[in-house]
Nanobody
């Protein structure tokens, strides 16, 4: 079973940038498509971004398009979510997740999840 270890995040002020990372020691990482999701208190988990196993296809939620960038390095079994222009409404616990059958915007389609990392955005 693949384990996803998340790092990064932490308190950000509005307008600042943060980078989240997702890593695994499992070389099968290259066979999985990866998604980033976030969950704010009292809200449903929502899609943020996704990247295909090759890195060639990417998808973003409208709310982050143009400000967030998803990437991956299959030689290191890692993926990053670079977040620029942070807004208070981006305050959430962010999760990375993988699935073996293509990019999906639906959290229920992902089979393996990281434990999440908190990203508060506040002045």
């Amino acid at each position: 079973q693949m384990r996803l270890d998340q790092s990064g995040g932490g308190l950000a002020q509005p307008g600042e940038s943060r980078t989240l990372s997702c890593a695994t020691a499992n070389p099968s990482f290259i066979s999985y498509d990866l998604g980033w999701f976030r969950q704010s208190p009292g809200k449903e988990r929502e899609f943020v971004a996704a990247i295909s196993r090759s890195g060639g296809d990417k998808s973003y939620a409208d709310s982050v398009k143009g400000r967030f960038t998803v990437s991956r390095d299959n030689t290191k079994n890692t993926a990053d979510l670079r977040m620029h222009g942070m807004k208070p409404e981006a305050t959430a616990v962010y999760f990375c997740a993988v699935r073996p059958f293509g990019i999906s915007l639906y959290s229920g389609d992902y089979t393996i999840w990281g434990r999440g990392t908190q990203v508060p955005v506040s002045s």
